[in-house]
């Protein structure tokens, strides 16, 4: 269980997380059970020395290794043959889905469709020679591919921001309401064409930020908060804490990667 920011402006990405941590049992035939979370997780990690950075949410381990852990072992393994030449970030992205999966594969093969713990991961920045920013979204077990974020339009960048894990407080503040508004109009009997209309005009709830002139000091301070919302939710609600402690965040530029905030040990 996690909350992660990813902001694209023209000056770069600055991705954000918490820093708890749950930590989930599979059946084979039941649901997940969350055994414990714990406050101090590493969620965003810089790859090799490269201007990228992935974040990750969901289950924290595949099998009896955290995420973080099976990135180190890519990054020595697997990235220096792939940026030997001038290297795409689809590719790296690409590779590192292949390597996930086949970890994840193996430890939940034998688990019933649809009962594996999911595990997602946002992997951002600049391919070797780049100047815009790229982000790939990966959901194990649902995807077969990397899934491009806000592509490139006729030559230009999009920019935006996007969040992954525990998003409903965001999704209220930021859009102007939830997914579960959709699902009550249905309980209600309404029309779907109806719905489909409404989702339409919702779109002008949404708050209008302009992030194509945004500077990164900027977008520092908006994940932070989008981040201590959520993290606030989970405080003040009933039910377990399963979003909060430490903020990491770092900003992502061509040139390089760089920690604005991340976990000491004590």
Same mark, same amino acid.
């Given at each position: 269980?996690?909350i992660?920011?990813?902001?694209?402006?023209?000056? +770069?990405?600055?991705?954000?997380?918490?820093?708890?941590?749950?930590?989930?049992?599979?059946?084979?035939?039941?649901?997940?059970?969350?055994?414990n979370?714990?406050?101090?997780?590493?969620?965003?990690?810089?790859? +090799?020395n490269?201007?990228?950075?992935?974040?990750?949410?969901?289950?924290?381990?595949?099998?009896?290794?955290?995420?973080?852990?099976?990135?180190?072992?890519?990054?020595?393994?697997?990235?220096?043959?792939?940026?030997?030449?001038?290297?795409?970030?689809e590719?790296?992205?690409?590779?590192?889905?292949?390597?996930?999966k086949?970890?994840?594969?193996?430890?939940?093969?034998?688990?019933?469709?649809?009962?594996?713990?999911?595990?997602g991961?946002?992997?951002?920045?600049?391919?070797?020679?780049?100047?815009?920013p790229?982000?790939?979204?990966?959901?194990?077990?649902?995807?077969?591919?990397?899934?491009?974020?806000?592509?490139?339009?006729?030559?230009?960048?999009?920019?935006?921001?996007?969040?992954?894990?525990?998003?409903?407080?965001?999704?209220r503040?930021?859009?102007?309401?939830?997914?579960?508004?959709?699902?009550?109009?249905?309980?209600?009997?309404?029309?779907?064409?109806?719905?489909?209309?409404?989702?339409?005009?919702?779109?002008?709830?949404?708050?209008?930020?302009?992030?194509?002139?945004?500077?990164?000091?900027?977008?520092?301070?908006?994940?932070?908060?989008?981040?201590?919302?959520?993290?606030?939710?989970?405080?003040f609600?009933?039910?377990?804490?399963i979003? +909060?402690?430490?903020?990491?965040?770092?900003?992502i530029?061509?040139?390089?990667?760089?920690?604005?905030?991340?976990?000491?040990?004590?």
């Amino acid at each position: 269980m996690s909350i992660v920011v990813c902001i694209k402006t023209g000056e +770069g990405l600055v991705l954000a997380a918490d820093s708890v941590v749950a930590i989930e049992v599979v059946g084979p035939a039941g649901p997940q059970v969350i055994l414990n979370t714990y406050e101090y997780a590493r969620k965003l990690s810089h790859i +090799g020395n490269l201007p990228i950075g992935a974040l990750t949410w969901g289950n924290g381990l595949i099998g009896k290794r955290n995420i973080e852990s099976l990135l180190s072992e890519f990054e020595n393994a697997v990235l220096p043959e792939l940026i030997k030449e001038p290297y795409k970030l689809e590719d790296i992205v690409s590779t590192i889905f292949n390597f996930m999966k086949e970890r994840y594969e193996k430890a939940y093969g034998s688990v019933q469709p649809g009962q594996g713990p999911v595990i997602g991961m946002l992997i951002a920045g600049y391919s070797s020679g780049g100047f815009f920013p790229e982000e790939y979204r990966l959901i194990l077990p649902t995807h077969n591919a990397p899934e491009r974020i806000r592509p490139d339009e006729g030559g230009n960048p999009v920019y935006g921001a996007s969040w992954h894990g525990q998003i409903d407080a965001i999704q209220r503040l930021y859009k102007g309401y939830d997914h579960l508004l959709g699902r009550i109009l249905i309980e209600k009997g309404v029309d779907k064409k109806i719905i489909e209309e409404l989702q339409k005009d919702l779109v002008k709830l949404e708050w209008p930020i302009i992030y194509d002139g945004m500077p990164l000091q900027d977008a520092i301070d908006l994940a932070e908060y989008l981040i201590r919302v959520v993290i606030g939710r989970f405080r003040f609600l009933p039910g377990p804490p399963i979003c +909060g402690g430490d903020i990491d965040i770092a900003v992502i530029t061509y040139k390089e990667f760089t920690w604005v905030r991340r976990k000491k040990w004590q």
